[in-house]
T-cell receptor, first 116, second 114 residues
Framework: EADIYQTPRYLVIGTGKKITLECSQT?????MYWYQQDPGMELHLIHYSYGVNSTEKGDLSSESTVSRIRTEHFPLTLESARPSHTSQYLCASSESKGAPLSKKLFFGSGTQLSVL | QKEVEQNSGPLSVPEGAIASLNCTYSDRVSQSFFWYRQYSGKSPELIMSIYSNGDKEDGRFTAQLNKASQYVSLLIRDSQPSDSATYLCAVSADRGSTLGRLYFGRGTQLTVWP
């Protein structure tokens, strides 16, 4: 079954640790995204990729980095986690062929990160 | 000015009533509009998309778009307790460096009581 997967679902870590949030999709989508969502707030785009070896920063200033070595895999890394990074991180993907220009997003189940 | 504005609610309606959710957006060039439903603790799921002025119906859901007024709405007929969730409005960015991206509103929290 085509889907988008995120691991871990929950993560509690101490300040200063390096972490990687995993995201994989089996739908063959070219476009992938990382959003950050705090309770009652908008989803903010932090990184996106339109294909292999293509990554861009989004609207929200972030100390994280991403990579896109394979179409299906789009991990997000925090080199040194801080309490301000505590949030829900959502990975999403969309196809890129055909019209209209902006496509429907399919979301993973999210990673709730807590940095102590 | 935020790109997408929604009333945060909460909106509370009785079972069987019509729930009306509203969204305004700032960029006249936007072409694609989406409604996502997000249950508490879950990720958003797409329930409606609309690209042309007018109404689009899918079961109990109707999306309405008025590009001249830069206004999108979602009507839920015969509301059920299972419709209780936060509804996110998303609007496409269709020009410049943000081409192809979506901007989300903060969402409207809907509660349907039996």
């Amino acid at each position: 079954e085509a889907d988008i997967y995120q691991t871990p679902r929950y993560l509690v870590i101490g300040t200063g640790k390096k972490i990687t949030l995993e995201c994989s999709q089996t739908m063959g989508h070219d476009k992938m995204y990382w959003y950050q969502q705090d309770p009652g707030m908008e989803l903010h785009l932090i990184h996106y990729s339109y294909g292999v070896n293509s990554t861009e920063k989004g609207d929200l200033s972030s100390e994280s980095t991403v990579s896109r070595i394979r179409t299906e895999h789009f991990p997000l890394t925090l080199e040194s986690a801080r309490p301000s990074h505590t949030s829900q991180y959502l990975c999403a993907s969309s196809e890129s062929k055909g019209a209209p220009l902006s496509k429907k997003l399919f979301f993973g189940s999210g990673t709730q990160l807590s940095v102590l | 000015q935020k790109e997408v504005e929604q009333n945060s609610g909460p909106l509370s309606v009785p079972e069987g009533a019509i729930a009306s959710l509203n969204c305004t957006y700032s960029d006249r060039v936007s072409q694609s509009f989406f409604w996502y439903r997000q249950y508490s603790g879950k990720s958003p799921e797409l329930i409606m998309s609309i690209y042309s002025n007018g109404d689009k119906e899918d079961g109990r859901f109707t999306a309405q778009l008025n590009k001249a007024s830069q206004y999108v709405s979602l009507l839920i007929r015969d509301s059920q307790p299972s419709d209780s969730a936060t509804y996110l409005c998303a609007v496409s960015a269709d020009r410049g460096s943000t081409l192809g991206r979506l901007y989300f509103g903060r969402g409207t929290q809907l509660t349907v009581w039996p």
